[in-house]
């Protein structure tokens, strides 16, 4: 029995990394003792979350935060805790964020195995301010080569940011891959060929900038414009200060009463039976590392259309198992394409489910226990 804790800065709310972290911690739970420490942010909502709780047999400590740059970048104490609980295993999450560059260290002082799991951190120029870029350029420069080399090893959850981490001067055998997966419970509903008229085109995810919601709408406004029997459902939490620009492209769109937004559903059954309700999940991110819900809705044998981010590219292979577009027009011929021919397209759903089978969070827990007991 070991004792394992994850760092990660959230651990309340609406966020990918948590989601990750969650679901192995929580595999891994049942047979050791599970800790996470994290800020007391709750993502999304900004609003604090509680102290201390025990999730599923996780317990989850949280701290208040001292400094933060950006939206993610949190500064938290956690060392005492750290040392209190002296773990076999530390797994810190996203590379470069504080908790992530301090961890070895104590790792060394306690004799724990100390993981990184990088979250592929390697997208988001046009996300960040000024300032926040020139911080990530001299870390880069100046700290992670020995941070990335003073770990056991490095969980890369995706398979092309691996040349960016061999650049930053990571040691080759270090990087073992890990991607990121879905709920078992995703693989046991037989796959749906809906032979309803009217069809349902779902986006499933935080209602944010990053994702392009906008060219979504632009879309949709075509397909009914071109009188297809389409409806839209944009499923999530929308994020804090996102709102008003968003409800006004809709208003402006004239979309009022076409589009649903019931907003976010995190009911693992709720959620699945709302997925297969649906004929077409839409991902038109601008930026996608290794998208959860994409992956969960291939899980499920749905149509999926992606922008052709580093996530999209890696899971889909364009008219094989799903569809990338570039750009809005090729977005809109893609969609209209699934409209007209659901039964061309039996084959693409069957080999969605097929490419994404094996990354069950159990499986995917499975392995990372084999790697801390022999890293």
Known sequence: KMKIVYLCQFSAGACGVWNRVYNIAKELAKKHEVYVLSSNITKGTEEKAKPYEELDGIKIYRFPIYFRLGENALFWHYEKKLKEIKPDIINAHVYRHPHATTAPNIAKKIGAKCFLTTHAPFVEKELRSTILNIAVSLYDKFLGKKVLNSYNKILAISKWEVPFL????????????????????????????????????????????????????????KLLDKKYNVKLKIIGPIEKGYELAFLSTIKKLKLNKKVELPGPIYDLRKKIKVL????????????????????????????????????????????????????????????????????????????????????????????????????
């Open 166 to 221: 061999l650049k930053l001067g990571c040691q080759k055998q270090k990087i073992i891959y890990s991607p990121n997966g879905f709920p078992n419970e995703y693989l046991k509903p037989k796959i749906k060929y809906s032979r309803r008229k009217q069809k349902t085109i779902i986006f499933l995810g935080r209602i944010a900038p990053v994702k392009n919601l906008e060219l979504l709408l632009w879309v949709f406004k």
């Open 276 to 375: 297969q309700e649906s004929d077409i999940f839409v991902l038109p991110s601008k930026r996608e590392a290794s998208p959860l819900a994409l992956i969960e809705a291939m899980a499920l044998g749905l149509l999926v259309v992606s922008s052709e981010t580093w996530g999209g590219k890696e899971f889909i292979r364009d008219t094989k198992n799903g569809f990338l577009f570039s750009n809005k027009e090729e977005f809109l011929r893609k969609l209209e394409y699934c409209l007209k021919n659901p039964n061309k397209l039996k084959k693409i759903k069957q080999e969605a489910r097929k490419s994404v089978s094996k990354l069950s969070w159990e499986k995917l827990a499975k392995k990372e226990e084999r790697l801390y007991t022999n890293p």
